[in-house]
């Protein structure tokens, strides 16, 4: 009985080629040979491109904050974006992000994913360094996230329309009353 081998298990690495083990070129009239500084060129610049978009899967960074302003006066400071805010039911809240210094009149688009509606923004970010928005959640209970694209990066903010007929259907959030959740 063979056992029966991974794909790269017939791979064979030194420190000129990457080749087949099974007679390299001249056994494999198909065999490629690659030349092992090119293979790991290849791997470092794979690892490379998903690691940079790795912190806009989870929604943090550390260099961008922002404060959630509620229709009745309270508000909420964010520092991890992968925390969804709860609102209620076609609530308007007002969205403070501050941004780092040098990002100071630079654009941002600032669009909405899944419902809801967002005005008020210039889109430029101010001499203080935020950019303010308007949010008006939808009617309906679920997830709305909202994209704000900043050069080559994406911050998603993510509200929940709270379901107050069946709270059970309510995820944790982030509120004035409980901003850890």
């Not at 509620?70 to 403070?96: A, E, H, K, R």
């Not at 419902?115 to 008020?120: I, K, Q, S």
């Not at 309906?140 to 709270?167: C, E, K, Y």
């Amino acid at each position: 009985m063979r056992l029966q081998r991974s794909f790269f298990g017939h791979l064979h690495f030194s420190r000129h080629s990457v080749a087949p083990r099974c007679g390299g070129p001249a056994g494999n009239p198909y065999a490629i040979k690659v030349p092992m500084k090119l293979f790991s060129l290849i791997s470092a610049g794979a690892v490379l491109c998903l690691a940079a978009g790795s912190w806009q899967l989870c929604g943090q960074t550390t260099d961008l904050s922002a404060t959630v302003q509620f229709s009745n006066g309270q508000t909420l400071t964010l520092t991890d974006f992968s925390n969804s805010i709860g609102v209620q039911p076609g609530d308007t809240v007002t969205v403070i992000v501050s941004f780092p210094l040098d990002d100071v009149g630079q654009t941002a688009r600032i669009e909405p994913l899944d419902g809801g509606r967002v005005f008020n923004s210039s889109g430029i970010v101010a001499a203080d360094g935020t950019l303010n928005f308007t949010f008006q959640a939808p009617a309906n209970p679920g997830q709305d996230r909202i994209a704000l694209r900043h050069g080559s990066r994406t911050l998603r903010m993510q509200f929940w329309v709270l379901d107050s007929a069946n709270p059970q259907n309510n995820p944790p959030v982030a509120m004035p009353a409980n901003p850890g959740s």
